[in-house]
């Protein structure tokens, strides 16, 4: 059958047709040169999706929010009130212009945060496995082109559609492009031309994942060639901005509308029940409204979670999901891989125990260069002799069943591939056994890849006779095994009780322990598989190799203990290892260490798992199900939960977990795309600033919040009060917009930049149901709110009596508004807590705050623009100010410094404390 390179359908065709219209070879791949033809006609294996909302749609979206279609009907009114009286145009144009303005800062800030959160996940790059000239080589999936050789195993990401050509047990999960819930198990046979999408067996589709098996296939579409990447073709792809709290101010935005609506009419009716006219009485009620409406909030919400995002990532915390920001703050426990996460994931192996006796490595990390001794004394053996052949095989068991390399430059020495396997072939190497000479004397056959349901790893060898290694757990292996090599290297029967006594000897020195084993089988043996390896294993020794505990993950754990957040260590090394690890950690719960084994787990009921999961510090051989029960039983409990994965397996309780943190390193495909965070170094600290920085956000957005409202608190009594008296508005609504949006946008931005303070890993967790305005926070801004208004009621009463000149009153009471707010944002602000730390001798230093300082000194320069230039008399109905009067203005400075007080007083932020549910 001949099949045309265009063609979209391979289903129905052979692997060898496949191939020929691809101009590739089924072993050696695509040669270079095509590649790079190949990329000039294809592009690169990236898919683009139908363009999102245009520029100016998303800018009228801005206007789309329930406080502004106020400030819109107020406009228009204004408006009417021009064609009918003559007068209100002014009024009109302003309302309408600091709504645009408005809409042209939440579009501007919007665009910033998608744009720096879409960035953030293009640098998170996939890879694939091809093959090329022969070669095996890990790429980026976009420089993937049609004809490429594609290898995948289990974890992977299928890059782009390919027509399978061999494998081995795999499956792959399709639910996103098929709706088939249960993985499918693939095949290379050919399948009818009109064979359904989900049913195409010998297909590997774009975006689906690898959960178990391996697979060689031929990429036949890339990007939107692929089915993946028709469908993307009429899908918007947008960022979405939502997060829980936004949600919050959302409804609070609603509510607030009815209040506003409420109190306005009540305005509006009182004040002609008083003998108002009505023009005056709608002026008196706009004020009310636009006084009401905190304009600036939205904006500053907007950009302290855009800051946020782009703290986390230069903190090596990439966020997938903007709500994990706030959650990942809101963590009251975090569970947390052991391997790699809490330590180096720089393994070097120290002893063996092979033939009943222990033997000690010199030199470290992934040197080839070192020595092996014996640790007894008695032994009758030199270190400038060989080692005994029971110690070579089990170190040749190591070194064969491997998949990684090392890799030399200039005197440092890497791994390419899995750290565990590093070491193996390290210690291997110290015996001098030659890696590309075993392999070449007794070439792999075939192997069963490691999975964590069978926790071992085993391949096939050509040898006289052919012979089977395995190296895994020693749980898995001691099972399996009915014999095992004495020091004369000659089988005898296994004596189970010595090895284990062996592996508690070799854990409590807090090293990881892998077992190594043996099966001979049959010269016309050529495949293997699971049940080959399920019996009569011969034990070959015990490996047990030090994973040193990262420095800064200790100073991590004990941060976030005296955060009040639980730190449980999850692996599926053995318990006693995982104990001396986390020993040396500090992970204990009130001072003791209580650890649990996964099997013992699998026998406790509901509560007793229940109980055991929140008293248990140490969770070891745990299997992924289990992890997942974990979770469920921590939040069932009211626990937020943290949970860190890398595994195929472990992706159902990074689903679950309020915040779901994969390893951006070595983590898999799978993991990463079901996480809400990525840690780009797989380090436990990069978690810990992540909750410091989560913690952070939340504390800016509250100060946010305590600085705006009292504003329009202040605002809204005055404009309130002087109705219901039947006086003149101390201040209009025009000058409510400026003071609302202007001023206060100024002042309260910096406030987004404001650093992370000393305590805020000292405070007690943030309960992510509480309420947006808490008792305490309600209490400041009421409090504040009638300073504000006593400020500038009492400023334009005292100067209307004095000078008869409404415009300068009113101009007077805004000034002395902004001077005492410049004092109240001080107080709030980092500046504010150092100006105190320093009065009371606790530091030295006033720290420097410039991005504050510098929000101030504008708002103080559009204050002054605000009075004393006559185009701002005209629009805002302002009035010029002498020195002697701006100094009468800056006055009440003075007594909001004991209002500041107090109102910190009354309200001091988040308290140290511990975790309030266990």
Known sequence: MSVSLTSRSYHDCAEEATIQAFESDGEQGLTVDTVVQRYEQ??????????????????????HQPLLYILLLAGAVKAGLWFRLGEGLTDAIVIWGVTVINAVIGYVQEAKAEGAIASLAKAVTTEATVIREGQTLRIPSRDLVPGDLVLLSSGDKVPADLRLMSLRNLQVDESALTGESVPVQKDVAIVAADTPLAERLNMAYAGSFVTFGQGRGIVVATANATE??????????????????TRKFAQFSHTLLYCILALAAFTFVVGLGQGGSWVEMFDAAVALAVSAIPEGLPAVVTVTLAIGVNRMASRNAIIRKLPAVETVGSATVICSDKTGTLTENQMTVQRLYVGGDYYQTSGGGYSPHGEITPVEPGLAWTADQDLPPVVMECLMAGLLCNDSQLKQKGDSWSVVGDPTEGALIAVAKKAGLSQSGLNSARSRLDSIPFESEYQYMATLHDAKPRVIYVKGSVEALLSRCSQMVDRDHQPVALQREAIEEAVETLAAQGLRVLACAKKEVEPHHHDLEHEHIETDLVFLGLQGMIDPPRPEAIAAVHACQKAGIQVKMITG?????????????????????????GRALAKMNDQQIADSIMMGSVFARVAPAQKLQLVESLQAQGQIVAMTGDGVNDAPALKQADIGIAMGKDGTEVARESADMLLTDDNFASIEAAVEEGRTVYQNLRKAIAFLLPVNGGESMTILLSTLLARQLPILSLQVLWLNMINSITMTVPLAFEPKSKGVMQQAPRDPDSPLLTKKLLNRIIAVSVFNWILIFGMFEWVVRTTE???????????????????YLISISQLGANIANLIRGKTKVLGKTPILLTGIAVAVILQVVFSQWGVMNELFHTAPLTWQQWLICLAPMIPMIPMAIFANWIDPGPQPGTNPKG
């Open 42 to 63: 294809y592009g690169y294996n990236e898919l683009e999706f139908k363009p999102g909302k245009p520029a100016w749609l998303r800018f009228l979206l801005q206007f």
């Open 228 to 245: 993946v990447g028709q469908i993307s073709q009429s899908m918007e792809q947008r960022v979405s901005l939502q997060t829980p709290l």
């Open 573 to 597: 090394d053995h318990v006693t290892t995982a104990k001396a690890i986390a020993q040396r950690m500090g992970i204990t719960k009130n001072g003791e260490i209580h650890a649990f084994e």
């Open 805 to 823: 000149n409404t415009a300068l009153a009113r101009t007077m009471a805004i000034q002395a508004l902004v001077a005492a707010r410049i004092i």
